[in-house]
């Protein structure tokens, strides 16, 4: 598939605990961002990665972080999870200096 | 600070009638302005941007700067349009790192 794949589909989590979400760039791109969507609202900017470094940062605590690699695919990790985490996780992948963005169907975490 | 607003959360329309889904948004510079679509079971998609002046679907968007607004319009829906969406800004040259707002679902009703 050359579209952007992310993974898992559904996850279950603990409170304090940890969660590394992923995401396949498609093919072409080497920018990625991560946005976060809770229930009932529009997604929300997390941050972006190019080169394999942070380009770029929304209004996010520094628990939410995140790595590029080589492959432009990556990972979103949130540190000590809290209820308020619970949402649906977008990645989008777009190719600097080009317009636009393709979107993933998102990772959608549950905090309990 | 940049800020978009879309103060109908549901809209319902009958088959046939105009629709117009309402945009605002705050911004100190010369924001572009996008509209994004989620059909049913389906990712987030880009339905048109003001800087193309593009119809997409049927759909227009005009950027009014003066009254800050970028409202979606189609002068007759079609029951395939019931999707959410989403009015975004973005302060990039590209696209990108969109703002977005809370979404207004249209229902278009046989």
């Known amino acids: 598939e050359t579209g952007v794949t992310q993974s898992p589909t559904h996850l279950i989590k603990t409170r304090g605990q940890q969660v590394t979400l992923r995401c396949s760039s498609q093919s072409g791109h080497n920018t990625v961002s991560w946005y976060q969507q809770a229930l009932g609202q529009g997604p929300q900017f997390i941050f972006q990665y190019y080169r394999e470094e942070e380009n770029g940062r929304g209004n996010f605590p520094p628990r939410f972080s995140g790595l590029q690699f080589p492959n432009y695919s990556s990972e979103l990790n949130v540190n000590a999870l809290e209820l308020d985490d619970s949402a649906l996780y977008l990645c989008?992948?777009?190719?600097?200096?080009?317009?636009?963005?393709?979107f993933g169907s998102g990772t959608r975490l549950t905090v309990v | 600070a940049q800020r978009v607003t879309q103060p109908e959360k549901l809209l319902s329309v009958f088959k046939g009638a105009p629709v117009e889904l309402k945009c605002n948004y705050s911004?100190?510079?010369?924001?572009?302005l996008f509209w994004y679509v989620q059909y049913s079971r389906q990712r987030l998609q880009l339905l048109l941007r003001h800087i193309s002046r593009e119809s997409i679907k049927g759909f227009t968007a005009d950027l009014n700067k003066g009254e800050t607004s970028f409202h979606l319009k189609k002068p007759f829906a079609q029951e395939e349009d019931s999707a959410m969406y989403y009015c975004?800004?973005?302060?990039?040259?590209?696209?990108?790192?969109?703002?977005f707002g809370p979404g207004t679902r249209l229902s278009v009703l046989p």
């Open positions: 911004y100190s510079g010369s924001p572009e």
């Open positions: 975004a800004l973005s302060a990039d040259n590209y696209g990108q790192n969109f703002v």
């Open positions: 989008a992948s777009s190719q600097t200096g080009e317009w636009g963005y393709t």
